[in-house]
C-alpha cells in the first residue's frame, strides 16, 4: 500500500480512498465529488482530516492513508496505514455503541459521545497497517 498522492480517490471497487502522511506541509483538496457528496480532505505528517458535505467524518493524529473507506449507517471498514501509532476519531450516531474489530479480531465495544465522536487507538508503529471494522450494536 502506498500514500494517496492526489490526495483523495475512488478505487475500483467503488470505495474511497485518501491521505498522505509523507508530506511535511498541510495541503488540501475541497469539492471532491463521490457518491453525489462533496468531500474535502487535508493532510500532511500531523494530521489526516475527511469531511463529507461540510460535516465531520474521519481524524487521525498524527496524518494517516485510509484505503478502501466504506461506510453506511450499520457499518463502517476501511484499512489504515501509517508510520506512526495514531488516534483516529470517526462521526458516528450519538450516543450509540459499537463493536470494533482490528484485523478480523474482536476488540470491544464503545459508545460514542454526545456529539458521536468515536475515538480508537490504531497501533501502526510494528504493523505499519491495520483493517478496522466497527459495527452498529442492535438495540
Keep these: 500500500m502506498a500514500v494517496i498522492e492526489e490526495l483523495i480517490r475512488e478505487e475500483e471497487n467503488g470505495s474511497l480512498s485518501f491521505g498522505n502522511y509523507e508530506?511535511?506541509?498541510?495541503?488540501k483538496k475541497d469539492g471532491?465529488?463521490?457518491m453525489g457528496d462533496?468531500?474535502?480532505?487535508?493532510?500532511?505528517?500531523?494530521i489526516t482530516k475527511?469531511?463529507?458535505?461540510?460535516s465531520f467524518v474521519y481524524e487521525s493524529v498524527p496524518?494517516?492513508?485510509?484505503?478502501e473507506f466504506r461506510a453506511n449507517a450499520e457499518r463502517i471498514e476501511f484499512t489504515v496505514e501509517?508510520?506512526?501509532?495514531?488516534q483516529?476519531?470517526?462521526?458516528?450516531e450519538p450516543e450509540q455503541e459499537y463493536k470494533i474489530y482490528i484485523n478480523d479480531v474482536y476488540v470491544d465495544k464503545m459508545k460514542t459521545n454526545l456529539g458521536g465522536k468515536l475515538i480508537l487507538s490504531a497501533p501502526l508503529e510494528?504493523?505499519?497497517?491495520?483493517?478496522v471494522v466497527i459495527e452498529k450494536v442492535d438495540e
Design 23 to 27: 508530506l511535511a506541509a498541510k495541503t
Design 32 to 34: 471532491f465529488l463521490y
Design 38 to 46: 462533496s468531500y474535502k480532505i487535508k493532510t500532511f505528517n500531523e
Design 50 to 54: 475527511l469531511e463529507k458535505n461540510g
Design 63 to 67: 496524518g494517516t492513508v485510509v484505503h
Design 82 to 86: 501509517g508510520n506512526k501509532d495514531a
Design 88 to 92: 483516529v476519531t470517526l462521526e458516528l
Design 126 to 131: 510494528e504493523t505499519d497497517k491495520i483493517s
